[in-house]
Each structure stands twice: as C-alpha cells, then as structure tokens.
C-alpha cells in the first residue's frame, strides 16, 4: 500500500521505515518532487499534524499522513510542546533549545516531561488521529551521541539513559513516534488495504 509521509525531515523518514513492514511503501515528498514549505501554523500538535496531512492530500489527491512531535515538561506548563523545534528561535538549533530548556529548568527538582506524538492519517478524505506517549524525565546535563533534538536530556521511565544514548532500535522500543505509528499500522491492518 503507497501512503505519503508528508515529511522533509530525513532522520524521521529513516526511522519510520525502520518500523513498517515491508507491504507498506512509503512515498517521500521528495519522491513526488514536493519541494512546498508545508504550513505549520496551528497552535497545537493535533492541528499542526492535520494541515500538513491536508496540506498534501488537498494538493497532490493522494493517502497521506503527517506527525507532529512536542516535548511536554510539567514544571514549564508543558513548554516548548508545540513549539519544541524552533523554541530557542527560527534557526531550530538542538543544541540552543537544549540550552534553553536546561536554563529554564535550574533548580527545579520536579523534571517530570513527555514526548507527545500526533499522526493524522488522511484516507480518501476521512481523517483518522493516532497519538503516543512517552513519559521520563529531563536530566541535567546532555549525554549520549545518538538521536536528535531533544534525545541527550531525555530519559525515559523505566530507563536509566538518555534517549541519545540508545540506538535506533532501543528507542524504538519506547518511543513516542514509534508508539504513534504502531497504532497506525493496527488500524490499516485491520482495514486490509
Ligand atoms: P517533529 O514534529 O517530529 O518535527 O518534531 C518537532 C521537534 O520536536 C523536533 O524538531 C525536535 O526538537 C523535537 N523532537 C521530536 N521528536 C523527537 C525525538 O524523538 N527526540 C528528540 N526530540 C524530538
């Protein structure tokens, strides 16, 4: 089954592949040539996944969906959230966000976070949403190599390392996106497309 992932982000597309069975053939927006800044304006990660989804199925009249990922920390009313890629400004550096979050977070004990992930899934025009979770907390000082974003301060329950210290496949294991999209792949399993 040919679904668009209406994504530009490489690492995400390399991960998602990693968790699909083989029957489902992600097309990439640049395999359709899809060079479109896709809007992100909404001010929620369930609004934000659904005009990216719309975005391509409206333009291009194909399946599709889209996600959108927020990290959640409890002590900063759940900020960056909606905001997490570019929380420390336009230029949506890691490793200022990462610096900002740390700052914000000084001398707080309770670091209680979560990273939350939306798909919206556009099927000949229905709307289908898929959401996952993954609680922990944020450490801090930055640890590990792998991963992306906020991976080095983030540790999930049940974990003692930081996301950026697993490989792929261990956070994987645990993820937020990884959560998301499985009960994706249930719910088109059922459908036997
Ligand atoms: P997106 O919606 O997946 O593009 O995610 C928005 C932002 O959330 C990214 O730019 C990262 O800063 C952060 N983020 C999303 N997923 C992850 C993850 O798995 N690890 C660390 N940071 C993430």
Redesign the pocket.
Known sequence: MKLIFA?Q?EN?AQ?IQSLLPEYFKIISLKDIRCFDEIP?TAET?EG??LLKASFISETYNLNCFA?????EIEALDNR?GVY????AGPE?S?AA?INKVLLELEGKTARNAQ?R?IITLILNTSIFTFEGIVRGEIISKKRGEN?????PI?VPEGEIRT?AEMSLEE?NKH???ARAFQKMIEFLNQLKI
């Open positions: 994504t982000n995400k991960e992100e990660l934000n996944s996600d959108d990922t927020g990290l960056p997490s890629a570019r929380y949506k890691a966000n990273f992930t991963g992306f974003g906020y991976d983030f996301f956070k993820s937020h996106r």
